[in-house]
């Protein structure tokens, strides 16, 4: 069986929130309540909300919850940018996190605009 952008999508958005976990596990403690719960949040607020607009009944109400988790996609690329910054994470680590997370942006994207048409 074949699978759909909609699966898909939620495959590699749960993956990337275990990747995220394992990364932050890296993190500084004094960082467990800023820094490490705000990407934790984030990037499971992205596969949720992606889960959660594909059961809704509607395209609007799908749509509102696809540029939710968009929107949080962002913010999570934001923090491993940050991240990155000051060296919470190796080079090698952030770039493999941040393909994923581009590759599902590029994909989520893509979504919702074929949604407009």
């Known amino acids: 069986m074949k699978e759909t952008l909609k699966d898909k999508l939620i495959r590699l958005s749960e993956d990337l929130a275990v990747d995220v976990y394992k990364l932050v596990a890296t993190y500084p403690k004094f960082e467990r309540y800023g820094l490490v719960s705000q990407l934790q949040r984030g990037v499971v607020s992205v596969g949720a909300n992606i ?3 594909v059961a809704r ?20 690329k934001f923090m491993l940018r ?5 060296n919470y994470c190796s080079e090698e680590n952030f770039n493999s ?3 994923k997370a581009d590759r599902i942006s590029a994909l ?10």
């Open 82 to 86: 940050f991240s990155k910054r000051v």
């Open 108 to 117: 989520l994207w893509s979504f919702m605009r074929n949604l407009d048409e």
């Open 97 to 99: 996190v941040y393909e």
């Open 51 to 53: 889960v959660e607009g």
């Open 57 to 76: 009944k509607s395209e609007k109400e799908m749509r509102r919850f696809l540029n939710i988790a968009y929107a949080s996609l962002s913010e999570v």
